[in-house]
């Protein structure tokens, strides 16, 4: 932002590439004023600037940033000259506010401007106007807090319509006040400048108590605007300072003072006169009552009531609040400009500048990675094709160095270097599924280590990719390796082997002792190894789950650490193998290998499910990473404590590399993905995906010192060895920073206008839908979202939520994220089907129940889980009852107080699944493996047993039918919960290619066919909400709708790339779907067509449940170890139908009618009501629907 520029700004520079100064609009001895032109914008802009000595000082700086701040948090008013943003260019902060062609109110009165008319009533009531209006920009300031201090003409501008708008807020108390006309001629100083008093006010105008330095305030501008106020009846200022104004004006003639002024009328004489009395206390209240009678004259004066209405101040809105977030910034206000830059995201969580800005700040703070950015502005889809969105999302590329994704977009800017990834070698060697590929990249010496099977591993030359040397060690599969130089160790078996990798001659083996699990036996390939060895040899380092040996030269061989299973396999040796370093569960322990003594850090705060560790070659840091848990943790050996934590990849880390220095790492992930990060700031530099679909970086390798390489913009190299066996040199340029944006602003009236108008507009909105015209409705509000700034403000998205309820959605309009009711560890979480109740399991067992919207505890539930197994949760579709599941002791709670209602024992050993029935009174509990309960919760009984698990529930009618993706039996059954019996039954699909099993019947063909061609798992069910689709998911990655009624299928969505859809949800109206998937999104589809419409959001680790607000308009995910979240979904709607009835809506009436047998028809309407209106009919009458139940033969 701070750019130098040489002098003085003449007239035609173009400052920044952006502001072309026009000229000069006032010159004083502190500061000057020029006009510019903002050429993106097409707007002129006034730039007060001080002059540089004024402001070299540190103390006065501060103080000018202070009184800035000042003036730009006083938001917009119509009678307020808006300060925009503040900008440091040339080393100088500088004020960039409106522009008013009208000049100054002293420019007027001196050129007698201000007087033109009749000088009798018309100029009169001329200066009556524009003392009202300064009365009513000087109220706005004291509403908040802020008194001007220097009100005099020369600080009231004027706009070409008469609009009038008070000035230099703050300034006068900076000590820096630019004029932009000359001084009253009474008070000059002997060099011409203006004379400032005390805290920087203007004598001429000054108050008694600021004339004498004692305490001001409000009552303070009260009396410089009175001198003011006489200053436009004189013409001029005749007393040398302020104190004695008051006397001039008892000694004024009747009548005007001079040729072509007006006439003091009496009662504003009057008024002034109290306004000018000594002492403070004795002056009027406030400005609003001095308005409130200058009004009442105007209208005395002239017949006619005064034509201004008093405004109120705009609503600030997303472009104002991040223009105010830039200049806290530029302020170094850091921790105010993020709460502005909160504020602005919660005003319009799609506002796109505020997205950019407030993206690139949590992503150079580590926040968040450059690829969080990236997916943040492509998130909507109604903006992927606006040049402006295109535009920000270029300068985030070429920050993130990614050159060929901005020339990609095909916007202006700096041509940047294209990042490449290089084939150097194909190695004939490819990742096995074992959970730690065995291979070692030794790039500096152009040689890799790769195990295999038949006890064999191969030592490959990386610049030609071919086998230097096969070194063979027994019959077990290698299944770790390890090469230092040119001393290389092997895991076959239980033995480890140290050769000398030159001459494959093997120095030594010793035995190891692997961990064994109860009732389990040990199987290499799905356990953790690893083994590390000195470049001498003399040390040798082996762990499998949690067990450490050593063998050392010195103390020989020695079981170090024996954690039990589970504890993974991170080990490391220092250079030269003086100390072992393991990762165990939430710390590093250290041995030094010639005592066998042991050392161990501080815990950290989380367990870190270690699974990789890398060493810095100075032996003072260390980087952890997990093989299932993608978050990253840099240790300082020294002190033993964890300094920092990295969060980035999606899933599980393979491989880590660190810089020579230390200072930078490497990471890849099963998400596909390569990233730079920087350890200094924990900021992910660049996230890059340089592998072909399905491949991932098995080992890794820096080169060079990146810190250096970076600072000399050069690129940085890295060597990646593929689970495909190619070795890839990454290239991969620094970036250039991305500049942050100013939002154009608008003038207070214009916004001021604006809110009245979608004022007005809501209310008659409102009154439609009160009278059921939501075709009317739709079209106010419709114009309403249309308008700049309101698109997703507060009322306009209420409003529209509202009336959604009775209009059919046909499109996703935008989606955000909503709360994070938690971003660490969580045992479950819920949301009630009205989408305005969560609740989340914490690990200690606390339940917490928010508002959905809001974030705000609705009250807190301490359920103190008896085992570990996870709490499960369940709402009921209103948000007013709560399940909780310990193992098999269920309990129903009342929210939002918290009071147990019930508890009973099923006697289950564990709870895998926990759901109300649709008519809230029974709970259907998953009692292990594929069994569920149904309880009646007002008695605590058991009522059915079903052999199948309860996936989806839904009304069919008056039946109630339940879904489930069985694997063991490999079908999708839905059954009637009432009766068990089946109602369908899908068989799963076949792997392409394997559609023609074995035919035959009997066990033994089912057996057979299972075997050869065996069926693809099942990801997930959903019913719609009639119970007449079901939705299922499988895991060739593939979405599909089936009819309930027959089984036909309906349509398979094409799958969208990466994602392998699980968890799939139906909206209430059928009409859309939600997913999740292995790439850890949350997607959007058009269940009438299968098409992939949005990504809504991402979690970093996989997704463990979804949750879909029966309207459609919220979801929630959750994640053990990633935390909760809600997302927010905005819909495009529909004029609704002409029509009275809709055939859709018939099962929901039978349905209605059949489980309301005997009673009135009005009984629970208002209940079905409800469920009409989430499922798409909302726009049904009351009295339609009554009639369609009380239609004969019904």
């Not at 105008?205 to 305030?217: I, K």
């Not at 209602?901 to 292990?928: E, K, N, Q, V």
């Not at 018939?1146 to 005997?1158: K, N």
Request: glycine share 10%; aromatic share 6%.
């Amino acid at each position: 932002m701070d750019e130098a520029v040489p002098g003085p700004w003449q007239a035609g520079v173009v400052v920044q590439g952006t502001y072309q100064v026009s000229g000069v609009l006032g010159r004083g001895g502190m500061g000057v004023v020029h006009r510019v032109r903002h050429l993106g914008w097409g707007i002129d802009l006034a730039v007060k600037s001080p002059l540089p000595d004024l402001v070299r000082h540190p103390a006065r700086r501060e103080r000018f940033v202070a009184e800035a701040e000042t003036w730009v948090s006083l938001g917009l008013h119509p009678h307020v000259c808006g300060c925009h943003y503040v900008r440091t260019i040339g080393g100088v902060p500088r004020l960039f506010s409106e522009y008013l062609p009208g000049g100054s109110l002293r420019d007027r009165i001196v050129d007698r401007t201000l007087y033109t008319g009749d000088a009798t009533v018309g100029a009169t009531a001329r200066v009556i106007d524009v003392a009202v209006q300064m009365a009513w920009g000087l109220a706005h300031a004291h509403a908040r807090g802020v008194a001007h201090l220097d009100v005099k003409p020369a600080n009231v501008l004027l706009d070409s319509d008469g609009t009038v708008k008070i000035s230099d807020f703050g300034l006068a108390r900076a000590g820096i006040v630019p004029h932009t006309s000359e001084a009253p001629s009474a008070a000059p100083s002997p060099d011409g400048r203006t004379l400032t008093g005390p805290a920087g006010m203007t004598p001429a105008y000054a108050s008694p108590e600021q004339a004498a330095g004692r305490r001001v305030g409000r009552r303070s501008d009260i009396y410089s605007y009175a001198v003011s106020v006489l200053e436009m009846f004189l013409g001029d200022v005749v007393w040398a300072v302020g104190p004695v104004a008051g006397e001039t004006l008892r000694l004024l003639p009747a009548g005007p003072v001079g040729r072509g002024l007006p006439a003091l009328p009496p009662s504003v004489a009057v008024l002034l006169a109290r306004c000018l009395r000594p002492d403070p206390a004795d002056r009027p209240a406030s400005m609003r009552e001095v308005a409130a009678e200058l009004a009442g004259t105007y209208e005395e004066l002239t017949g006619s009531p005064y034509p201004r209405a008093e405004p109120r101040p705009a609503d600030v809105r997303a472009d104002e609040l991040n223009n105010r977030a830039l200049s806290l910034l530029d302020l170094g206000r850091a921790t105010e400009a993020d709460a502005a830059f909160d504020a602005a995201a919660e005003a319009d969580p799609r506002h796109v500048v505020t997205l950019y800005n407030r993206g690139l700040r949590r992503w150079r703070r580590a926040e968040i990675t450059d690829e969080d950015v990236v997916r943040g502005l492509e998130a909507d889809p109604a903006h992927t094709d606006d040049a402006g969105v295109r535009r920000l999302l270029a300068h985030v590329h070429r920050e993130r160095g990614d050159g060929a994704s901005a020339d990609a977009l095909h916007e202006p800017g700096p041509t940047a270097p294209r990042p490449t990834a290089e084939p150097v070698a194909q190695l004939d060697w490819r990742a096995s599924l074992a959970l730690t590929a065995p291979v070692r990249l030794a790039a500096a010496h152009d040689t890799a280590l790769t195990g295999g099977e038949g006890g064999t591993a191969r030592l490959w030359d990386l610049t030609t990719g071919r086998c230097q040397r096969t070194l063979t060690v027994g019959r077990h599969p290698v299944i770790a390796v390890d090469l230092d130089h040119r001393t290389c160790a092997l895991l076959s078996g239980d033995t480890v082997h140290v050769l000398d990798a030159d001459t494959g001659r093997e120095r030594y083996a010793w035995t190891v002792r692997p961990p064994t699990r109860a009732g389990a036996p040990h199987v290499p390939l799905l356990d953790h190894h690893a083994v590390r060895v000195a470049a001498d040899g003399a040390v040798c380092l082996y762990a499998a789950d949690g067990t450490v040996e050593l063998w050392s030269a010195a103390i020989g061989h020695t079981v170090l650490h024996r954690a039990g299973w589970g504890r993974g396999a991170a080990i490391g040796l220092t250079p030269g193998g003086r100390f072992a370093v393991f990762a165990d569960h939430d710390r590093l322990r250290l041995w030094d290998t010639t005592t066998g003594e042991s050392h161990e850090t501080q815990p950290c705060a989380e367990p870190m499910a270690p699974g990789l560790l890398v060493l810095a070659a100075d032996g003072r840091s260390a980087v952890t990473g997990g093989h299932f848990v993608g978050t990253l943790r840099l240790w300082n050996l020294t002190t033993g404590r964890c300094v920092r934590t990295l969060r980035g990849h999606r899933g599980g880390v393979l491989a880590l590399a660190l810089s020579r220095d230390g200072h930078h790492l490497l990471s890849s992930g099963t998400d596909g993905t390569v990233r730079l990060w920087d350890l200094a700031t924990g900021r992910c530099l660049r996230t890059t995906a340089p592998l072909p679909d399905g491949h991932y970086a098995v080992d890794l390798h820096l080169s060079g010192e990146i810190r250096h390489t970076l600072a000399r913009g050069e690129p940085w190299r890295a060597l990646l060895l593929g689970s495909d066996g190619a070795l890839r040199r990454l290239t991969l340029p620094p970036g250039t920073p991305a500049p942050l944006r100013l939002s154009r602003p608008r003038p207070a009236v214009e916004l001021t206008r604006a809110d009245a108008h979608v004022t007005e507009q809501l209310k008659l909105a409102d009154d439609a839908l009160s009278g059921g015209r939501h075709r009317a409705a739709l079209a106010l509000l419709t114009k309403v979202r249309a308008t700049p700034g309101y698109e997703r403000a507060p009322g306009p998205l209420a409003a529209w939520r509202t009336l959604a309820r009775h209009a059919p959605r046909t499109a996703l309009r935008a989606a955000w994220p909503g709360i994070t009711p938690s971003t660490g560890q969580v045992q479950s979480a819920a949301l009630s089907a009205d989408g305005t109740v969560a609740a989340v399991c914490h690990p200690n067992g606390n339940v917490d129940v928010l508002d959905a919207a809001t974030g705000s505890r609705r009250g807190r539930i301490p359920v103190s889980p008896r085992t570990g197994e996870p709490v499960r949760l369940a709402l009921d579709a209103a948000g007013d009852r709560l399940l909780t599941a310990e193992r098999g002791r269920i309990s129903l709670w009342s929210l939002p107080d918290g009071a147990r209602l019930r508890a009973f024992d099923t006697g289950a050993r564990h709870t895998d699944s926990l759901r109300f029935s649709p008519d809230s009174g029974h709970a259907l509990i998953g009692a292990g493996g594929y069994q569920t309960e149904l309880w009646d919760l007002r008695t605590g009984t058991l009522v059915r047993t079903l052999k199948q698990r309860a996936e989806s529930v839904a009304w069919h009618g008056p039946r109630v039918l339940v879904a489930t993706a069985d694997n063991l039996l490999h079908h999708v059954a839905v059954t009637d919960l009432a009766t068990g019996e089946p109602a369908l039954r899908l068989e799963a699909p076949r792997p392409p290619g394997r559609e023609t099993p074995p035919t035959g019947d009997g066990p033994f063909f089912m057996l057979l066919r299972d075997l050869t061609h065996p069926p693809l798992e099942w990801r997930g069910v959903a019913l719609s909400g009639d119970g007449r689709q079901v939705l299922t998911s499988d895991a060739n990655g593939e979405l599909r709708l089936w009819n309930v009624a027959d089984g036909a299928l309906v349509r398979a969505f094409p799958p969208a790339r990466g994602h392998s859809p699980a968890l799939p949800l139906l909206t209430g109206d059928g009409r859309f779907a939600l997913s999740t998937g292995r790439d850890f999104t949350i997607r959007l589809w058009d269940a009438s067509t299968g098409r992939h419409l949005a990504r809504i959001g991402h979690h970093r680790q996989p997704i463990e449940g979804l949750a879909l607000a029966r309207d459609g308009r919220r979801a929630l995910s959750w994640s053990h170890v990633d935390g909760v979240r809600v997302w927010e979904l905005d819909w495009e709607l529909a004029p609704p139908p002409d029509t009275e009835w809709d055939e859709a809506a018939t099962p929901y009436i039978d349905g209605f009618r059949a489980r309301h047998t005997g009673l009135c028809p009005d009984a629970g309407l208002d209940a079905l009501m409800d469920l009409l209106r989430d499922t798409g009919h909302g726009w049904l009458h009351r009295d339609a629907v009554r009639a369609r139940l009380e239609a004969p033969g019904a």
